[in-house]
């Protein structure tokens, strides 16, 4: 097994951010933007719309772009090279950013379940991870 190529990680990995920032930009300010807009209003919270608060989601997304592309690099040698090994680390990627954390909010009682939302960021991590993926090379 060789190391992991870091910079073709790098490099699949900000194209990975790239569809995932797309992708949330739709969801979050298109498609369920006034859910959304309704369970901060009952949380008593403004929506963060700042550019601070944006330029973290920013970083978050291509944060994702990157582990599941590094994720991908670290499993490709047990399940091979190609689109197949790429899913199964964007659904990895997706259950540790996005299925948990549903879980831990729907428990609390923060937000109410938006199956939409929720399949959208399964759909756009396993898009983007594929997608990041096709560009490593070991």
């Known amino acids: 097994m060789g190391k992991i190529n870091l910079g073709r990680v790098i490099l699949g990995g900000i194209v990975a951010g790239i569809i995932i920032n797309i992708s949330q930009f739709v969801l979050h300010n ?6 959304e807009m309704e369970a901060m209003k009952r949380l008593n919270l403004p929506m963060p719309e700042s550019s601070r608060e944006i330029a973290v989601w920013v970083i978050w997304a291509f944060a994702w772009g990157i582990a599941a592309v590094w994720l991908y690099a670290a499993i490709r040698p ?3 090279p190609g689109p197949g090994t790429a899913v ?22 923060v937000f109410p379940f938006m199956a939409v ?4 960021e399964l759909a756009h991590s396993l898009i983007a991870t594929v997608a990041g993926a096709a560009l490593y090379r070991e």
């Open 117 to 120: 939302g929720f399949l959208w």
């Open 78 to 80: 047990r399940f091979g």
């Open 88 to 109: 199964k680390a964007g659904l990895a990627a997706w259950f540790f950013s996005c299925l948990l954390a549903t879980v831990a909010m729907l428990n609390m009682g």
């Open 30 to 35: 298109m498609v369920i933007k006034d859910a």
